[in-house]
């Protein structure tokens, strides 16, 4: 079940691959998470690229979200939704000149820039309209934020942002460059993070600098500690909302500085199940069994990327002993598996399973290789199912393409 509405149904009712997401589960965790920093000034930005799916980013907008965004398209996409330029902050690690052009002008809260050479084509383009545009520089502090190594951002072997060391003079260089203003500081160590201590000497780190930038006489307005919280894929302790704003309180709040956090996973995670059916059985060599879905690394692509661990489960569970199942999709990828060696009850043909905790970095990550469509999806909201996106067409994808020379 979904928030009352039978899984079994909504597979029937819109076919599989399928994302099914609880809209109550997204409200859940937004007012943990606003809950937790009450008593300072703070403001959730939601991390789009977690799940850009219109009506999900547009239920943020309806709990007081603001987003993170991170590539035009996403600004584009905030402003569709309604949000308005001072709610976003633009973050990437390369943004192109037609990114830059388009978002100086905007006034957006806070374009997050990653290096020297960004401010200084971020300042040209604001002189060119004759507008500052506001920036934050995202400081890498080259700590190990103890997460898988691919998404893993705050070490100095990671593309991203600035080093620590030289941030204080880029700020005092902005001084010198009218197209920008100084907003804030901006910091993201990795995702899915399950230790707090990495987050807190982040914190601490940028708490510093904002320090030593206002001894300068640069006062910023926010701390933008990025996002990253984890969530349990497999019942494992994690940290909880209260255990992470106490964490990063216990150092911020001296400062005084307002903060921004861009929370994706965290947000979205566990809101969102990716229904599957079972389209083919064989016996694998070993004793245990391969079972084809029609969902594969197309759909959610977490396990083939990351060797992420996801939990299946069956629908509708047969009553007997367990058997051990290697669970693969259909794409011609031998990394196109969602678990090895599984224990699950015994499975049939057409049987449906929920892939959990896929709300974030699932859809999202989907892709069209294969010439796979890109599933729906569904929200539940009030015991009501709604889709939110219906299955691409090859109609839909060649609607991009030129078909001459017959
Ligand atoms: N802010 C910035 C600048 C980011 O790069 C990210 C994630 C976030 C916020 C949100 O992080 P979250 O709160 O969701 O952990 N595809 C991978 C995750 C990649 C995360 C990329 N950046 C996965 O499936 O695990």
Do not use: W
């Not at 302790?237 to 911020?252: K, N």
């Amino acid at each position: 079940m979904c928030d009352g509405v039978t899984l079994e149904r909504v597979a029937q009712d819109h076919g599989t691959p399928l994302y099914v997401y609880s809209a109550e589960s997204v409200r859940t965790a937004y007012r943990e998470l606003d809950r937790a920093f009450a008593g300072h000034p703070h403001r959730i930005h939601y991390a789009m690229k977690a799940n850009s799916s219109f009506m999900i980013v547009r239920l943020l907008k309806q709990l007081g979200s603001a987003v993170d965004a991170n590539s035009i398209g996403e600004v584009e996409l905030a402003m569709r939704a309604g949000f308005a330029p001072a709610d976003i902050v633009f973050s990437g690690v390369g943004k192109s000149p037609e990114e830059i052009e388009r978002a100086v002008p905007l006034g957006l809260k806070a374009i997050n820039a990653e290096s020297g050479g960004e401010l200084e084509r971020i300042d040209r383009a604001a002189r060119a309209r004759g507008v500052r545009a506001r920036v934050a520089v995202r400081v890498n502090p080259n700590i190990d934020a103890g997460t898988h190594p691919h998404i893993s951002t705050g070490l100095h072997i990671n593309k991203f942002g600035v080093p620590l060391e030289q941030a204080a003079g880029l700020y005092r260089k902005m001084l010198t460059q009218p197209g920008l203003e100084p907003a804030g500081i901006h910091v993201h160590l990795g995702s899915q993070i399950v230790t707090l201590d990495p987050m807190q000497r982040a914190a601490a780190a940028v708490v510093r600098l904002a320090q030593e930038l206002r001894d300068a006489g640069i006062v910023l307005d926010h701390l933008d500690i990025g996002g990253g919280l984890g969530i349990s894929y497999d019942g494992s302790h994690v940290p909880t909302a209260s255990e992470y704003a106490a964490a990063v309180l216990s150092i911020v709040k001296p400062s005084g500085l307002a903060i921004a956090m861009e929370p994706g996973r965290f947000l979205v995670g566990a809101a969102g199940a990716l229904l599957t059916r079972v389209i083919d059985l064989k016996d694998a060599p070993g004793g245990h069994h391969f079972a084809v879905l029609d969902a594969g690394m197309t759909e959610l692509m977490r396990p083939a990327l990351y060797g992420s661990f996801h939990r299946i489960e069956a629908v509708t569970p047969r009553p007997s002993r367990e058997l051990r199942y290697d669970i693969v999709g259909p794409v011609c990828e031998s990394t196109d598996a969602f678990a090895h060696d599984r224990a699950m009850t015994p499975l049939e043909v057409g049987d449906l399973l929920a892939i959990l905790d896929a709300g974030a970095y699932g859809s999202a990550m989907s892709s069209n290789y294969n010439r796979r469509p890109l599933p729906a999806e569904v929200l539940v909201d009030a015991g009501r199912a709604t889709m939110i996106r219906r299955r691409q067409t090859i109609d839909d994808q060649l609607a991009l393409e030129t078909r001459t020379g017959d």
